[in-house]
């Protein structure tokens, strides 16, 4: 009946000796399944980033999800909720306040070693609305190893003056699955 899943996820970059990107995250979701393709579920994010309008963002949601397509090549899940945000803008602001959370979880089996991944999610309320959109290309080598080529695009709709308001990312990583 239980489903629980974690991320956690760091990204440090410099040029020259000069530090540009520094983000630290993790993720978990718990959800309870009501049937086979649908479930309640309840999920905490925190990031910390220096080099964003947000030092530090945590939200915590409780929602309904639910298995929109599942077939043998293609998979798509929805997740809807409400839940609360607390941020620390960068100038030591903070912003807090409730949310609502919406997430597209789509998954594509190209080959049978191959797929195409795009997460979407969105966390709405008053003062802000954070967009982040994940799109993968994985090449699996064997049952633990994979390739995975990824581009990451992230929003905030609401920044202080001379912030960039969207960051974006283009990776090539080494995955292992530990399932």
Known sequence: KWRHR???SALS?????????????FEWQSDYKLDDKSWLLGAFRYESDEFSAYDNQQTLT????????????????????????D?????????????????????????????????FLVE??????????LLGFSVSMNDKMAMKFGFEYRHNTDVPFGVDDTDTITS????????
């Open 6 to 8: 974690a991320a956690a």
């Open 13 to 25: 970059a410099d040029d020259s000796g000069t530090t540009t990107a520094e983000r630290y995250g």
């Open 62 to 85: 409780f929602g309904y999800g639910r298995n929109l397509i599942d077939n043998n090549t293609s998979k798509l899940i929805g997740e809807i909720g409400v839940g609360y945000r």
């Open 87 to 119: 941020a620390e803008l960068l100038n030591g602001m903070t912003e807090s306040g409730a949310i609502v959370r919406g997430l597209l979880d789509y998954t594509r089996q190209v080959t049978d070693n191959s797929e195409l991944t795009n997460r």
């Open 124 to 133: 709405s309320g008053s003062d802000n609305t954070f967009i982040q959109n």
């Open 172 to 179: 090539a990583n080494l995955v292992y699955n530990f399932q």
